[in-house]
């Protein structure tokens, strides 16, 4: 028995060095693996924690249907909030500036921006106003695409925050491409695909506008900020 277990032991003893030496080749490579950080892509502007709103300008009509302006404003304001870039007891509901616009667009009185930020009790607004928002270039091919130029507006001043004016170009906005691709056409022209469709863009949209103004894991970015 004394001689059976003193074998395991000097076999144990032997082989090892060879089972660390296999081992550690995985156990190295994984560490490498978890240490290696992912790429970030830093916050464009660091938002102030003051009462902040996210209003969606589309006067053109450029999103169809029109509740997708409050799904873009929404998903922007829950993102800031959940990645705290604004305190939850700073962010105002989009809806209360959307319906305030609406209000005195249906009197035929438009509001200027720090206006609606005034009637909601805004110091800063996240302004952005739509250029394209569409399923479709061809009416055949799904190519969702939204553009947007997106502007932080003081309140009490009256005055653009971001872009900083004098920034190096003279931008006065930021362009926001958003596409979502490799959708597939199979069933594109059905009206709950398209419903769908236009749901998750205003989704994406509002995600990325968001990402403006807090750093995050660049994979993360799908669509391409641009200044003009």
Same mark, same amino acid.
């Given at each position: ?18 089972? =660390?030496?296999?081992?550690?080749? *995985? ?21 102030? &924690? ?6 969606? &300008?589309?006067?053109?009509?450029? =999103? ?6 409050? +799904? ?17 007891? *700073? ?31 805004? +110091? ?6 739509? &250029? ?21 507006? *003081? ?11 004098? +920034? ?27 419903? &769908? ?17 807090? +750093? ?13």
């Amino acid at each position: 028995m004394i001689r059976s277990l003193r074998r395991t032991f000097l076999l144990l003893l032997l082989f090892a060095p060879l089972m =660390i030496e296999l081992g550690g080749c *995985n156990i190295v490579t994984a560490v490498s693996f978890v240490a290696r950080p992912e790429p970030k892509t830093e916050a464009l502007y660091t938002l102030e &924690d003051v009462p902040t709103v996210v209003f969606i &300008d589309d006067r053109r009509n450029r =999103i169809s249907p029109t509740r997708l302006r409050r +799904t873009i404003a929404e998903e922007a304001t829950m993102m800031l909030m959940e990645e705290e870039a604004v305190s939850e007891g *700073n962010m105002i509901a989009a809806r209360d500036a959307i319906r305030v616009s609406s209000r005195h667009d249906r009197a035929g009185k438009l509001l200027s921006v720090h206006a609606i930020g005034e009637a909601v009790g805004a +110091t800063q607004i996240i302004y952005v106003s739509v &250029d394209e928002f569409a399923l479709t270039r061809d009416g055949q091919t799904p190519e969702p695409k939204a553009m947007c130029r997106v502007r932080v507006i *003081n309140v009490p001043t009256e005055s653009r925050v971001f872009p900083a004016p004098g +920034t190096e170009g003279g931008y006065t906005y930021h362009q926001l491409m958003v596409d979502i691709p490799n959708v597939d056409p199979h069933g594109f022209h059905t009206i709950s695909t398209r419903n &769908d469709l236009n749901d998750r863009l205003a989704t994406v949209t509002g995600d990325r506008i968001a990402k403006i103004f807090y +750093t995050h894991l660049t994979s993360e970015l799908g669509g391409r900020i641009e200044p003009r």
